[in-house]
């Protein structure tokens, strides 16, 4: 491997130096790597900086001694904005992390800060002159696209999708490491994601004093609160999807989602169907909303008949339900949370946790791909778990610690 220095010559008059050549004959970047590579492929990179030729040759030799093989060429005339091509076609057949296809919503905020980010300050690189120091400074001095600088959650979105985006470079072959991380795999720059506003859980008396000031939607609001379901899920709910008997559930199959005021119809968030247990009571409640019904009628509606809308929901239905419920509280001197839809969700998973619902349970109301989201979501709520399983294990050692208590010194 060697690193030539393209604007020299050899000086005639000066056996083995060398002499710059005349202003016009220098083109283009000054300094050459040239290396083979470990199949035995000659390849060639230019720099405008001969300490970043060495930096780059370095590198090269390092991976060939491991065996690695990248298309440095190509990571030169590859620009960000075909890896971005690149990259898109993947979140569209397989998703990010290649499990399903990501969703309208994902795709349509991979899109938006793809333009507004990341395409005005990279698209014109090559992959390979992406540089770690180039993409912290980047990051930090980020400007929000409607101008002044960019908010901490902004800043945590962007560097985040960049980096999953050069993370695709490396899976093309073109790069050997992720440049947005540095060499100990860290990325600095990154601040942490602003944190998300506290669940609100409800007890039992207070559901079913919210449920009883929506009138109309009583058993929807007993449903999210005791069985999980999302928003997009409950409202996409059809009759041939509630089995009723001596084992009711709901199968969750699908999902509506809402972009830009459009409704279409998807599979759920982990593009599985999962079945949620139903309280008997509140089947009873939903029995009349199914019996005799077309299977693929909507189990809610608006008063209408159309699918309901979450906008219109919150703001005819359950903020007064809120309201009212909050005023009843106060006529005894106690008061009733503030809340939103998704808090239902939150509900409906402390209460089963309450009851004494096992983890995996959890996880199936939840509908989470994994147990450990679910602890990871809701690790606070099981920290009751832990005294109550010290005083059970307590309750059995007592019932038959005198039998031993004779091998024990005290």
């Known amino acids: 491997m060697a690193i030539t220095d393209l604007h020299s010559e050899p000086d005639p008059n000066k056996p083995g130096k060398t002499r710059l050549l005349p202003k016009d004959a220098r083109r283009g970047k000054r300094w050459q790597a040239d290396w083979t590579t470990s199949t035995g492929k000659r390849e060639r990179a230019r720099f405008d900086i001969k300490a970043d030729a060495e930096a780059y040759q370095a590198e090269q030799l390092r991976l060939k001694s491991r065996g690695v093989t990248v298309d440095s060429r190509a990571a030169q005339k590859t620009l960000v904005s075909d890896l971005w091509k690149l990259f898109r076609v993947r979140l569209v057949t397989v998703g990010a992390a290649g499990r399903s296809p990501a969703s309208a919503r994902t795709l349509q ?15 014109a690189s090559p992959v390979a002159a992406v540089r770690y120091a180039d993409v912290s400074e980047w990051i ?3 400007e929000a696209v409607s101008g002044g600088a960019a908010t901490v959650s902004t800043r945590h979105e962007v560097s985040g999708i960049f980096q999953t985006l050069m993370k695709h470079a490396v899976r093309e072959d073109l790069l ?3 440049p947005a991380y540095n060499a ?7 601040p942490r994601a602003t944190t998300a506003k506290d669940h609100v859980y409800l007890t039992m008396p207070q559901l079913l004093a919210l449920a009883a000031r929506t009138p109309g939607y009583e058993s929807l609001i007993l449903t999210a609160g005791l069985c999980g379901l999302r928003w997009g899920e409950i409202t996409a709910l059809q009759v041939q ?4 008997g001596k084992r009711p559930e709901l199968i969750v199959r699908r999902a509506y989602e809402d972009l830009a005021g459009k409704l279409s119809l998807k599979t759920t ?3 599985k169907d999962r079945r949620v ?9 939903i029995a009349p909303l199914v019996t005799d019904r077309p299977a693929d009628a909507h189990v809610w509606n608006s008063p209408r008949g159309a699918v309901l809308r979450h906008s219109g929901f919150t703001k005819r239905n359950l903020a007064n339900a809120v309201a009212a419920a909050a005023a009843d509280a106060a006529k005894t001197k106690e008061t009733f949370p503030e809340l939103t839809f998704h808090d239902l969700r939150h509900t409906a998973v402390s209460l089963a946790i309450t009851e004494g619902a096992n983890v995996k349970v959890v996880q199936r109301i939840a509908g989470h791909h994994s147990a450990a989201l679910t602890l990871d979501t809701y690790a606070g709520l099981f920290d009751d778990d832990l005294h109550d399983s010290a005083a059970r294990l307590n309750a059995g050692l007592g019932r038959h610690l005198e039998n031993y208590r004779h091998l024990f010194v005290t």
Do not use: C, F, Q
């Not at 905020?109 to 698209?123: A, H, L, M």
């Not at 247990?277 to 009873?284: C, F, G, N, R």
């Open 109 to 123: 905020k991979y899109d938006r800060v793809y333009r507004g980010y990341i395409e005005p300050r990279w698209g």
């Open 140 to 142: 930090v001095n980020l």
């Open 176 to 178: 050997s490491t992720n």
């Open 184 to 190: 100990a795999g860290e990325s600095d720059y990154k």
């Open 241 to 244: 999807d509630v089995t009723l």
């Open 269 to 271: 968030k982990n593009g």
């Open 277 to 285: 247990p139903l309280p008997h009571l509140i089947a009873d409640i």
